[in-house]
T-cell receptor
Framework: GQQVMQIPQYQHVQEGEDFTTYCNSSTTLSNIQWYKQRPGGHPVFLIQLVKSGEVKKQKRLTFQFGEAKKNSSLHITATQTTDVGTYFCAGPPDSNYQLIWGAGTKLIIKP | DTAVSQTPKYLVTQMGNDKSIKCEQNLGHDTMYWYKQDSKKFLKIMFSYNNKELIINETVPNRFSPKSPDKAHLNLHINSLELGDSAVYFC??????????????FGPGTRLTVT
């Protein structure tokens, strides 16, 4: 069946270092959505990418959608303690299908 | 005003009991979902309703029965609870089901512990 693989599962960084999480789909995605879940919280929508090769920025966060619409990445520059949480990607293989979720990448800031 | 609310927030119960979780959204959305998040944080969709009609029913034990009295409410009833049912259950909603380009809004979650 359709799968969205997300790596790494965990990433430990020092505050101020960069962080990247990657999503790879076994099939072309209609769009890709990114969510953030703070510890003890619920997933919160961050952004959606629709076009092939699309790049969007939100302050220190940069989101990319691959040319083949099968992969995506989220890059955080100069992480801060407020960035701690689990980042999920999710996308449907076509717009008539439900979201397929990645397993999430947990960002941990080393003390 | 809370967009998607769930009750209760915590639920501790013994094996074999029956329990319900309630969800309400005040966003005027047509579609609601139930997700299960296990200890490894994996989000697994269980059910989806669109305008009170069941549209997604993933491989879930039939001990789990959703019910949507109206499009603003989606409840989850669980019979004969088992240890493996311990997880956080999230309710979510989106404007419509198709196209699936609309973001989902999640409730705060219900942490179910079965002892």
């Amino acid at each position: 069946g359709q799968q969205v693989m997300q790596i790494p599962q965990y990433q430990h960084v020092q505050e101020g270092e960069d962080f990247t999480t990657y999503c790879n789909s076994s099939t072309t995605l209609s769009n890709i959505q990114w969510y953030k879940q703070r510890p003890g919280g619920h997933p919160v929508f961050l952004i959606q990418l629709v076009k092939s090769g699309e790049v969007k920025k939100q302050k220190r966060l940069t989101f990319q959608f691959g040319e083949a619409k099968k992969n995506s990445s989220l890059h955080i520059t100069a992480t801060q303690t407020t960035d701690v949480g689990t980042y999920f990607c999710a996308g449907p293989p076509d717009s008539n299908y439900q979201l397929i979720w990645g397993a999430g990448t947990k960002l941990i800031i080393k003390p | 005003d809370t967009a998607v609310s769930q009750t209760p927030k915590y639920l501790v119960t013994q094996m074999g009991n029956d329990k319900s979780i309630k969800c309400e959204q005040n966003l005027g959305h047509d579609t609601m979902y139930w997700y299960k998040q296990d200890s490894k944080k994996f989000l697994k969709i269980m059910f989806s309703y669109n305008n009170k009609e069941l549209i997604i029913n993933e491989t879930v034990p039939n001990r789990f029965s959703p019910k949507s009295p109206d499009k603003a409410h989606l409840n989850l009833h669980i019979n004969s609870l088992e240890l493996g049912d311990s997880a956080v259950y999230f309710c979510a909603s989106s404007q419509v089901f198709r196209p699936s380009s609309y973001e989902q809004y999640f409730g705060p979650g219900t942490r179910l512990t079965v002892t």
